[in-house]
Every structure is written in structure tokens, then in C-alpha cells.
């Protein structure tokens, strides 16, 4: 696609419940990142995929987040057992690997839980 | 520990004047990526500086770096009401390619 595609926009859920957020990355881009942004403040770094594998998960809170990527295009972030302080901007960015690192974002899933 | 310091945090300009936002790093990096985000929208790409001295215009924003300082610029020339928006820098903390480090932001508001 044109750009950076994420569904849903909004989810609201309950507490302890399990939420999946899909993202569809530039079409050719190898390289997909998971951010997280509260309100009032910059997107914080979850995971990052090269191809179908985490290249590097040390952003990811706690057990509870979980994401894949089985064929390296799509993939899902996993949040098992919400939790009120998930609430947050959950934003998905793809790149082309090479020089400039240049990260392109997607529209954001707005995750609130209640 | 990377960390990102933007001032100022918010920003009140009024149309026609010039201002510069700051953006100092903590340790080491070469790459900084200025961002920037309208209200309930993602992030749009606006520079990316990849050597000390790099200097990047677009318009009527002027983005510099200056890797041994470890200090980046976002330069407003001539402020127009479209330029509101939050502005973010954001760091490469010289790991995994992608893991950016952001600063909390600068919420500019141009008013005529």
C-alpha cells in the first residue's frame, strides 16, 4: 500500500482483557517497529522485526506484550490481561534498511482500557 | 542511558516571527530525525541528519547537528499558523537500527 496501514484506530476494552492490534507495513519494506505513545509524550520504543524475526524485543514491557510477524509483511501486537496503564497511542513505522534509518509511521491504534 | 531533551516544551509564536527549537542528546549518535505530529495523527517525517554539520531545509523550517555539542536545531523562519503542530526529535541510540529515542516533544501554536 501507499503507506503505513494499522486497524483498528480505536479499541476500547476492559481490564484483563486480550487485544490484538494489526499492522501492514510500505509495501517492500523489510524493517517494522512497534512505538508506544502516552499522552504528552514521545513514542517509546517496543520491538523491532527484520523479516519474520524479532531483531531486537528489549522495548516491550512485560510478558503480557507479545508481537509476530509469521511472513514478514503484516504483523500483530499481542496484549494479554489488559491493564489501565496500556492505555496509550500504540503506533506501528517501517523502513527500508540502509543509511538513513528514516522510520515511516503509521496513523496510530488508540487502545483505551477501562 | 540515551536520553533526549527538548526545550522549550510549548511554544507560542505569533505569525511572521522566528524561533528555534532545541533538541540535546546525551551520548554518542550520528542520526537525528525531526518529526513532526498534528493532533490525533501520526508522525510525519520532516528531516534526517546523518553527520555533524548537516543541514536540512525545507520551507520555512531549517533543521541543523552538531554531533559534538551532541545539539540539534529546528530553525522557524516567518511562522504561518499551518506550521501548529507538536515537533519531536528523535535520537538512534546506536543499537538495533529503528530504536529511536524521542524527546517529549515541543507543542508550537502559531497565532496570527
Known amino acids: 500500500g501507499a503507506g503505513v496501514s494499522q486497524t483498528p484506530s480505536n479499541k476500547v476494552t476492559e481490564k484483563g482483557k486480550y487485544v490484538e492490534l494489526r499492522c501492514d507495513p510500505i509495501s517492500g519494506h523489510t524493517a517494522l517497529y512497534w512505538y508506544r505513545q502516552s499522552l504528552g509524550q514521545g513514542p517509546e520504543f517496543l520491538i523491532y522485526f527484520q523479516g519474520t524475526g524479532a531483531a531486537d524485543d528489549s522495548g516491550l514491557p512485560n510478558d503480557r506484550f507479545f508481537a509476530v510477524r509469521p511472513e514478514g509483511s503484516v504483523s500483530t501486537l499481542k496484549i494479554q490481561r489488559t491493564e489501565r496503564g496500556d492505555s496509550a497511542m500504540y503506533l506501528c513505522a517501517s523502513s527500508l534498511i540502509g543509511v538513513t534509518g528514516e522510520l515511516f509511521f503509521g496513523e496510530g491504534s488508540r487502545l483505551t482500557v477501562l | 542511558e540515551l536520553k533526549v531533551e527538548q526545550n522549550p516544551l510549548f511554544l507560542s509564536m505569533q505569525e511572521g516571527k522566528n524561533y528555534t527549537i532545541y533538541c540535546n542528546y546525551s551520548t554518542t549518535s550520528d542520526r537525528l530525525y525531526w518529526y513532526r505530529q498534528d493532533p490525533g495523527k501520526s508522525l510525519e517525517s520532516l528531516f534526517v541528519?546523518?553527520?555533524?554539520?548537516a543541514v536540512k531545509q525545507e520551507g520555512r523550517l531549517m533543521a541543523s547537528l552538531d554531533t559534538k555539542a551532541r545539539l540539534s536545531t529546528l530553525h522557524i523562519t516567518a511562522a504561518v499558523h499551518d506550521l501548529s503542530a507538536t515537533y519531536f526529535c528523535?535520537?538512534?541510540?546506536?543499537?538495533?537500527?529503528?530504536?529511536?529515542?524521542f524527546g517529549k516533544g515541543t507543542k508550537l501554536s502559531v497565532k496570527p
Open positions: 528523535a535520537v538512534d541510540d546506536g543499537g538495533s537500527q529503528g530504536n529511536l529515542i
Open positions: 541528519l546523518l553527520s555533524n554539520g
